[in-house]
């Protein structure tokens, strides 16, 4: 069972707040404003870098976002927490050009050809590593960080931000990284500690880079954490087996329509995984749903219920698992028949839009 810890609870809760910033745009004031609101749950955090937003162009939602909030670890020594929002459900670049990208590539940090990732989750680490706030890059502003050794410092993320928290730790803490072969290094022996959490995560890339991971972060990254819940879809992406598993038998228990452009679209999905050889970063389960009852409604068909559950499991779910009751949340889908519906045609319309 997972049982998270208080500082779990903190870093989770700035990693849920850039999703937030990013959904609606905030500037730093209202970012700023919104972890305050939090205080009595969280502590004190100050923004200290960002939020950058990045538009892929021009009338567009926001695709990507990131900040870096200080705070105390009780000693009176900075924590600095990295959090890097997940996909932007309005952001058809997000879907298209990020998440559903798995084309492998080589990972680019390392002189090492069998490291490959895959190519959405590279274009996304790219985006985050060329922000700008004040002038400084993320890798800028760690840097200018003075004491290091006596800093703790947070990556974090959920869904998109779960496969990009884990490249953008092995990209800035791993000693040999090409972005650290200049005066901005910032890689791991500078800092007091340095830690992890992803949640809702992907597979991002194959046993190669799994082994390199660990062996350049090793136990240095205490603890390199990635919360998963069993009967989360998206974290089944894009382990071959894993994603299978999805529908042999169906994770919900539900009984797809063969021809419905849900049930093609997972298996399409399902031969772009089982073409390719990415692993999990930690292949057991952090925690199990638990599946949600629907209301009673004639509007259900198991094709609503399947996106609803699917919806609830990947975000609901997890506040929960983290016992973050003060963060906000969408409406259960599984207790809302016609918005679920509402849902499952919008995703017919982006999915097969001839249908």
């Known amino acids: 069972m997972f049982t998270p810890t208080s500082v779990q609870q903190q870093v989770f809760s700035l990693s849920w707040l850039i999703n937030s910033a990013a959904a609606n745009k ?3 004031i209202q970012l700023q404003s919104a972890i305050n609101a939090i205080s009595s749950n969280i502590g004190t955090w100050t923004v200290v870098w960002g939020p950058c ?5 021009s009338n567009t939602p926001v695709a990507n976002a990131m900040f870096v909030a200080q705070g105390d670890d009780g000693n009176g020594n900075p924590v600095y927490v990295v959090a890097i929002a997940g996909t932007n459900k309005s952001s058809t670049y997000d ?3 990020e998440d559903l990208d798995a084309t492998p590539i080589q990972w680019p940090y390392a002189n090492n050809s069998a490291l490959q990732v895959t190519t959405g989750d590279n274009l996304g680490l790219s985006i985050l590593l060329q922000m700008s706030s004040n002038g400084n890059t993320l890798q800028q502003f760690l840097a200018s960080i003075q004491n290091k050794n006596k800093a703790s410092l947070w990556f974090t993320g959920h869904s998109l931000g779960g496969a990009l928290s884990p490249m953008m730790t092995l990209a800035l803490m791993d000693s040999n990284s090409t972005l650290n072969s200049g005066s901005d290094n910032v890689s791991i022996g500078n800092w007091g500690s ?7 995560g992907p597979s991002i890339g194959n046993q190669a880079f799994v082994n390199y991971f660990f062996s350049a972060l090793g136990s240095s990254v205490t603890p390199a954490s990635f919360v998963w819940n069993a009967i989360d879809v998206v974290p089944h992406a894009w382990n071959a087996a894993t994603m299978n598993a999805i529908t042999n038998p169906n994770i919900y228990g539900l009984a797809l329509s063969s021809t419905s452009c849900l049930a093609i679209t997972i298996q399409k999905l399902q031969a772009a995984a089982s073409a390719q050889s990415y692993v999990m970063f930690q292949p057991n389960s952090s925690f199990n749903g638990p599946l949600q009852s629907y209301s009673n409604s004639y509007l259900w068909n198991p094709q609503s219920k399947f996106l609803a559950q699917t919806a609830y499991q990947h975000v609901n779910a997890y506040v929960t698992a983290f016992g973050t009751t003060w963060l906000s949340t969408p409406a259960n889908l599984c207790q809302a028949a016609w918005e679920a519906e509402l849902a499952l045609t919008a995703f017919n319309s982006q999915a097969c839009p001839s249908s």
């Open 26 to 28: 905030w500037d730093t």
């Open 194 to 200: 340095a830690s992890l959490l992803a949640t809702a």
């Open 95 to 97: 879907w298209m050009s």
């Open 53 to 57: 937003l990045y538009y892929p162009s």
